[in-house]
């Protein structure tokens, strides 16, 4: 068996780079670290030391200004210096830019390296080369790779079912959309999975589903209102704009009657239902605006929780 | 210079022998095998005491990177991978830069690989200008410049008139055609087998229907133009039952697989290991067991490296971004003998398949240690356990899924036409 990257030799947490063979005490522990974070926002002065001195590299290989931005926000309350850096890649370019670039900034003293990167499997690379290079005081967090996993929206969201649901041990939880390109649909069915959820579905047309996807733990839909049917939580999935139009799917207009989520789909969810996100939304296209900002959306609550998740993560990561 | 080859245990499946005895060679060919040769005088021996005396290996897959890679491996390194990987024959596919679709380009490349030292060569030619699957090459004159089949390497001529006549013109003067069996749109993007490990790491599928429905258009027009089909790297049980099936309806259709599938499968790519980057890809648990059992039956003739060389820039990327291909010259006899310690197959039935099987499909007179054959044999110490390495390497490929395995099965010596052409540092 191969050993898990992502921890030492003790069983604690070195980088986090997927949510998929995490132990459930990891990620227990994350989501209960996370609570007192929440109270730093509400304060005065939204400050803690916990990394002060230690520097925070932003390493974006793909856009993207709202999962950068809450990053860095959650690095600074920690008292962290945080460096952001956006690198525009292109499909062609080389692998060894990539560590190269990494090479460069270990050389400056990093401490830990935030990364987004269109290609599935880039954070875990960056996690090994660091290893290879002696450099593996250097925490990785992923950001985001490709379809791979987007572990913090993985972790912020099943903080969130837990403040609104307590417990997850009777839940029925479904997830909606484009599940095959989506990197969060991977992260969270792992997450739901480890912490216990009885029933996690996952509903979407057959073009938007990977081959075998049964074989993560999930029980599938095509049908949108079989698969909304007594959920205590539907979340939804972006759908992004070059898969609207092709061979994927005929149109945004058929999407949106079938695999929308509007008002009359979602009372057949239990009546406490909540409803997520993991933003920007389509209105229109997932979701209805009577939908996302109507009662049982808890889509903003998300972002606030995010950015607490976030600083108990880097906190855990930092020794703390 | 005459050699005797000593106390060893001759394997030789072509001639059905499998006992202790000397092998006798004289002017580069062999003279005599248990029986000294009348007037026969050693000018030098072989003590080969606890190994296995076997024809030189035949390998249908190996790419030498020349012409247009030559910064990713040269004739010299990979000659030399070669010898010390006991293979005295090869084929190497037309996937040079530029493709061999000239005549000149193959002249030049048997030129060079025309040193004592060096494994035969074959060229596979092009079977369109530029493999670009549009116009057809000049296959004779490229026959006559050596080449033995024409094919397309990876790549496919997805232009299927275009493909009926290549099969034709080929079959017009009996070359062999050589196939893989991808189809472009189902790969698209694809960069591991479309199943359970790509759907949790994130990584595009190449569906199994990728490799059948390629592999229905070629088995039908070798039906209807009557061409000698091989088709090279199947990966799959499916591609596998169709090969059985259309010799079942009598078309003529060998086969081969890489040595990695026989071993490995998609599960293998573990933490996004681009060693496991390869095509066609690693399949499922269940399509390596079908490979392993269709190679023991025959259904697959052949077993290949499917050597190719990728230098460390090409694979440290990630998965999806990382050159797909693995060194395979040095790996092919110990993964063959792992092969058969695990199946419990007969040495002979297993060396066979690396043997005298390729040397059928290749049509050269090669894989026997037949008396009066060319004295190309391989001397290996079948206990001997080796630890592959990059510094034990010759090949300037120094990546392959196999790095930091001990595997059974060291080559002693070669001999290619009776000149020793590698003896391992003892």
């Given amino acids: 068996m191969i050993p898990n990257p992502q921890l030492n030799k003790n069983g604690e947490l070195q980088h986090l780079l997927t949510i998929d063979g995490l132990p459930r005490e990891i990620v227990v522990s994350i989501l209960d670290a996370a609570a007192p974070f929440t109270e730093v926002a509400e304060r005065e002065v939204k400050k803690v030391p916990l990394l002060r001195g230690k520097s925070v590299f932003n390493l974006f290989f793909e856009n993207s200004t709202r999962t950068r931005t809450t990053f860095e926000i959650a690095a600074k309350r920690l008292s962290a210096d945080v460096i952001n850096l956006n690198i525009n890649t292109s499909s062609t370019t080389k692998g060894e830019t990539l560590l190269d670039t990494v090479d460069n900034l270990a050389a400056m003293q990093a401490d830990m390296f935030i990364v987004r990167h269109a290609a599935s499997g880039a954070p875990h690379l960056i996690a090994q080369h660091l290893r290879n290079i002696g450099a593996d005081h250097i925490r990785v967090v992923n950001a985001g790779d490709g379809r791979h996993a987007h572990p913090t929206q993985g972790l912020l969201d099943m903080y969130t079912i837990r403040h609104y649901k307590k417990d997850f041990a009777n839940l029925t939880v479904a997830i909606v959309g484009d599940v095959l390109h989506s990197r969060v649909a991977r992260s969270q069915i792992h997450a739901l999975n480890v912490l216990g959820v009885p029933e996690v579905r996952v509903v979407a047309p057959k073009t938007l589903l990977p081959s075998e996807v049964e074989r993560m733990g999930v029980r599938v839909f095509n049908d949108m209102r079989e698969g909304l049917r007594g959920v205590d939580v539907v979340m939804m999935l972006r759908l992004q704009n070059e898969r609207m139009n092709g061979a994927l799917l005929p149109s945004t207009q058929e999407y949106f009657k079938y695999y929308g989520l509007t008002p009359d789909k979602l009372e057949l969810a239990k009546p406490d239902a909540i409803v997520m996100h993991p933003g920007p939304m389509n209105r229109g296209v997932e979701i209805d605006s009577a939908v996302a900002d109507g009662g049982q959306a808890v889509i903003l609550p998300q972002v606030t929780f995010g950015i607490a998740v976030r600083m108990a993560v880097m906190s855990m990561l930092a020794g703390n | ?426």
């Fill in chain 2, 1 to 426: 210079m005459r050699i005797q080859i000593a106390n060893g245990r001759v394997v030789d499946p072509a001639n059905g022998v499998d006992r202790p005895a000397d092998v006798y060679v004289a002017e580069g060919r062999i003279v005599g095998v248990g029986r000294l040769p009348a007037g026969f005088a050693a000018e030098g021996s072989i003590d080969a005491a606890g190994c296995v005396v076997c024809p030189g290996l035949v390998d249908l897959a190996a790419r030498l990177r020349e012409p247009g890679f030559e910064y990713r491996a040269t004739l010299e390194s990979e000659m030399a991978a070669a010898a010390a990987g006991g293979i005295t024959s090869l084929a190497c596919p037309p996937d040079t830069d530029p493709p061999l679709d000239e005549p000149g380009l193959v002249e030049m490349l048997k030129h060079r690989a025309r040193l004592r030292d060096f494994a035969h060569v074959y060229p596979v030619g092009a079977l369109t200008v530029g493999l670009g699957g549009e116009r057809l090459t000049e296959m004779a004159e490229l026959a006559e410049a050596g080449c033995v089949a024409f094919g397309q390497a990876n790549t496919v001529i997805l232009n299927t008139q275009v493909l009926l006549r290549a099969m034709q013109y080929a079959a017009t003067f009996g070359f062999p055609v050589w196939l893989s069996a991808q189809d472009p749109y189902l790969a698209a993007g694809g960069v591991a087998h479309d199943g359970e490990v790509a759907a949790r790491l994130g990584l595009t599928g190449i569906p199994v229907v990728a490799e059948t429905i390629a592999l229905a258009t070629i088995l039908h027009l070798a039906q209807e133009t009557g061409a000698r089909l091989h088709v090279a790297r199947i990966s799959s049980a499916a591609g596998l039952e169709m090969i059985r099936a259309a010799r079942a309806a009598g078309i003529a259709v060998s086969c081969d697989i890489a040595a990695h599938h026989l071993h490995l499968c998609e599960n293998d790519i573990g933490y996004f290991d681009p060693h496991a980057r390869l095509d066609p890809p690693l399949r499922s648990a269940r399509d390596r067991d079908a490979l392993r059992a269709g190679l023991a039956d025959g259904t697959v003739d052949a077993l290949c490296s499917d050597h190719t060389p990728v230098d460390d820039d090409g694979k440290q990327a990630p998965f999806g971004e990382a050159e797909a291909g693995a060194t395979g010259l040095e790996l092919l006899l110990p993964l063959t003998l792992k092969w058969a310690a695990e199946a419990r197959l007969p040495l002979a039935q297993a060396l066979a398949r690396v043997t005298s099987d390729p040397a059928r499909v290749l049509g050269i007179e090669a894989g026997t240690l037949g008396v009066g054959r060319a004295a190309d044999i391989c001397v290996f110490d079948p206990e001997a356990r080796v630890r592959i390495t990059r510094e034990r390497l010759k090949s300037q490929g120094k990546n392959t899924p196999f790095l930091g395995a001990e595997l059974a099965g060291e080559v002693r010596y070669t001999l290619i036409d009776g000149h020793l052409a590698y003896s391992s540092p003892l």
